[in-house]
Each structure stands twice: as structure tokens, then as C-alpha cells.
């Protein structure tokens, strides 16, 4: 349970620095081969991603998580999330509803994410 809790927390604290455009914060939880799946653009690289946001096309403004699902098998960990992507890009305003699930791998006491793939939700 308490491997449980320490992935949550990490996770949250990565939405946090996302949220904040905490370039340095960020990057503490993502593996060097981090990717995200989107629904519309395909994969994304953890250079590319950072890169957007280092350059201001990508500012968050909101991550906000509804309700998560934690698993954890050996030293892979998988944070399965409802919430809101909020912010802009390249100056164009977005707000995604979003079921997202990310695969961490423990490396000593740390979880590094390795993947994200975002899927959106329809309102009620």
C-alpha cells in the first residue's frame, strides 16, 4: 500500500509542475525516453513536449485529477486519471477532459514515467 501512495503522490506533484510550467520539476518524473499519446497529434517526445513549454507554446494553466487508479506490479507502476488539461497553445486556448494513463518505473525510491496516453472523455 505504501508503494501505492508514493506513486499517487508523485504523480500529482507531476501534474503540479505541469500546472506551474516548472520546467526543472517536470522533468524529475519523466524518463529520458518519456512519450505521450494524444488523441489528435499522435506521440510526442519528452524533448518535444519540454520544448513547447520551454518556448511558451504550451502553458498550462490547470491539471486537476477526479478520481485515479493505482496498480502496481514488481517496479511498474500504472496512474490511471480522470481531469482537466487547461491552458494554451501556441496561443490558442484549450480545456480537455481527459482520461489519462501513465506507465512509471520505480528506479531506487523514485517513479520515472515512461509513457502517457490521453483519451477524452464526453461530458456528462
Known amino acids: 500500500m505504501e508503494s501505492e501512495k508514493q506513486l499517487l503522490a508523485a504523480a500529482l506533484k507531476w501534474d ?26 499522435g506521440i510526442t517526445s519528452r524533448a518535444d513536449f519540454l520544448a513547447s513549454v520551454s518556448s ?32 494554451t497553445y501556441k496561443g490558442q486556448f ?10 512509471f518505473r520505480r528506479e531506487g525510491d523514485q517513479w520515472l514515467c515512461v509513457l502517457t496516453m490521453l483519451t477524452p472523455v464526453q461530458p456528462k
Open 16 to 41: 503540479e509542475a505541469i500546472a506551474h510550467n516548472d520546467l526543472p520539476e517536470m522533468e524529475r518524473y519523466m524518463a529520458n525516453d518519456w512519450v505521450i499519446v494524444g488523441s489528435g497529434d
Open 56 to 87: 511558451g507554446d504550451l502553458v498550462h494553466s490547470k491539471m486537476t485529477t477526479e478520481e485515479s487508479r493505482i496498480r502496481i506490479y514488481g517496479d511498474t507502476g500504472l496512474v490511471t486519471a480522470k481531469g482537466i488539461s487547461e491552458g
Open 94 to 103: 484549450f480545456s480537455l477532459y481527459e482520461w489519462s494513463t501513465s506507465v
